[in-house]
C-alpha cells in the first residue's frame, strides 16, 4: 500500500513539474480578471497598450452590461463596456465622476457587442445619444461637430456579436478609435470629454457607478 501511495505522489509531482515547464516554454501568463455582476462575464483587471513607443497600463475601474426591454418583457442583450484608466489618487470628498472625466491620465473605454449591429441601426443610437448629451450638458455642437462627423465616419460600420471597439483618450488629448484592426485617432479634447462624459456625466444611459466600481482597488 505504501509503495502505490509513495508512486502516486511522484506521479502527481512530475506532472505537476511538466505542467509548469509547459507554462514557462510557451510563455503562457495567468490574466487577472473580474466578474461583471449582471452577466457574470469575465473582464481582464489590465489593459496595457503603446502609442509612439509610450506604454501604458491601465486598470479597470468597473463595467456594466446593458440590456433592454422587449414588448414582450424579455431581456435582449445590446452591449458591455468595460472602463480603464491609469492609477490616479481619488480625493474621497470629490465628485468621483467628474474626477474620471478630469483627470488627465489615460483612459480606455471598451464597447463589446452583445448581438449583431448593423451600420444604419447603429447611426441612429448614436445619433440619438450625442444630440441627446449636447441638449442635457448644454455642450455647443460648433465646438464638436466636425470631430463628431469623423467619429461618425469610423466607428459606424456592421459589427457582430462579440465583437469590441475600443476607445482611448490620451493626456495629450488624442482621441483613438480601434475598430475591426482600424484605427483612427481624433485630435480633440472637447470631444473627448464629451464622449466620457455622455458615460460618466449625470444623465448617463448606464449605471454609471457600475463603471466606478473598482475605484476603491485603487
Known amino acids: 500500500m505504501r509503495k502505490f501511495i509513495l508512486f502516486g505522489m511522484l506521479l502527481l509531482l512530475i506532472l505537476m513539474i511538466r505542467s509548469e515547464t509547459k507554462a514557462q ?3 503562457e501568463k495567468k490574466v487577472e480578471t473580474f466578474t461583471e455582476l449582471i452577466s457574470q462575464k469575465e473582464f481582464p483587471v489590465k489593459a496595457t497598450f503603446a502609442v509612439n513607443e509610450q506604454e501604458y497600463e491601465l486598470t479597470a ?5 446593458v440590456t433592454r426591454e422587449s414588448d414582450q418583457g424579455e431581456k435582449i442583450p445590446m452591449y458591455a463596456i468595460v472602463h480603464y484608466m491609469a492609477p490616479f489618487k481619488p480625493d474621497p470628498f470629490g465628485d468621483i465622476y467628474e474626477q474620471v472625466i478630469q483627470e488627465k491620465v489615460a483612459k480606455q473605454l ?3 457587442f452583445a448581438r449583431d449591429m448593423k451600420k444604419e441601426r447603429l447611426l441612429v443610437i448614436i445619433n440619438k445619444l450625442f444630440q441627446k448629451a449636447i441638449r442635457n450638458y448644454e455642450i455647443d455642437p460648433a465646438k464638436i461637430k466636425g470631430t463628431m462627423d469623423q467619429f461618425n ?10 465583437e469590441t471597439c475600443i476607445f482611448r483618450w490620451l493626456p495629450d488629448g488624442r482621441f483613438i478609435i480601434l475598430a475591426q484592426k482600424q484605427q483612427k485617432v481624433l485630435k480633440s479634447q472637447e470631444f473627448a470629454s464629451f ?3 455622455i458615460w460618466f456625466g449625470l444623465m448617463s444611459p448606464v449605471d454609471r457607478g457600475s ?5 476603491m482597488f485603487y
Open 195 to 197: 464622449f466620457w462624459r
Open 25 to 27: 516554454e510557451t510563455g
Open 211 to 215: 463603471l466606478v466600481s473598482r475605484i
Open 153 to 162: 465616419a469610423f466607428f459606424a460600420r456592421n459589427y457582430s456579436q462579440g
Open 61 to 65: 475601474t468597473g463595467a456594466v452590461y
Open 110 to 112: 471598451n464597447l463589446e
